[in-house]
């Protein structure tokens, strides 16, 4: 009996360690990404050593669910204080084909307007729906003879949107990008992109293909501000967002799964799909905090807020350093 609870209490945790450092495969990246699963298993395990009075494999599930409870995103993030700089705020969600109660989202975008919003899963119904607002936000990319709705994205602004184009990858996925016009002087170059979520090998293989090519862009094409915004369909735990995007900050935060409309599940029960990746050469440009807030329902996401800060004396500061 006690071999057999040493046994299961090891085996989840030697799992998520091999199937972490080794070449992934796309269902073991699904389990090993979600650290709610392990820190269920070791609730469990726990219980189950307690009960059989066993004082070193009590200790042994103690430790290793507080290792994978630590692993498990939070609903904020602060990053830099930043209520004496200029701020921006960034409202990124994936609508949801299906959601029934899609006013709650625009409501908050009525009540606490951002300076950008970027959206996934967006049907033609409610991109039209979204024309009622451009008082509050004039600029948009989306919806546009010619452009449509490049993989169910729209993006609305305050401030102009200069340039932006979608880039078509060879597997019919799309990148939007372009400049942000921030300030009359400063932009930031914008890329957003929806990634397919990893159900099978196929799109496995075509969620990281396309995030690559975004890396692979943003090397090639360095610009001086760069904000990569999006559903990426990627745990923030997994191995392969540990590599992305080395030069860039970022700070996830749990939004997804959100399933019933009635409950909001704790942080820990999620994981970290949608990001956002901030880059500044001159450190202008930082990220201040991350939120998901639970109180616009109808998507199985949950929309979040990021706040960026802007000192744009810091480049002047440092040319007369040089």
Known sequence: MKLLLWLAVLSPAIIWTVSYYTLPRWWLENITAYPAIFLI???ILFT???IAKD???TLTSLCLGIFFFSLTPKNSQTVTACSNDLTYDVIQYNAYYGNANINSFINELIRSPADLVVMQEVSPELGEKLYSIDDIYPFRYGGQEGVGYPSSQLILSRQPLTGLSVFHTPDAQNII???????QNHSIHLITAHPPSPRDQSL???RNALIRT???MTTR???PDTLIVGDFNLSSKSELFTQLFSDFDTAPVASWPNWFSNFMPPAFVMIAIDHLWLKSNENNWFICSRKALKHVKGSDHLMIRTQI???????KLKSKHH
């Open 48 to 50: 189950f050593s307690a």
């Open 177 to 183: 990008s372009g400049e942000w016009q921030v300030t």
């Open 309 to 315: 800060g802007f000192k744009p004396e810091q480049s």
């Open 214 to 216: 975004i890396e692979s």
């Open 204 to 206: 496995w293989y075509r």
């Open 55 to 57: 004082p070193t494999l």
């Open 41 to 43: 298993c070791y609730v």
């Open 221 to 223: 094409y360095p610009f």
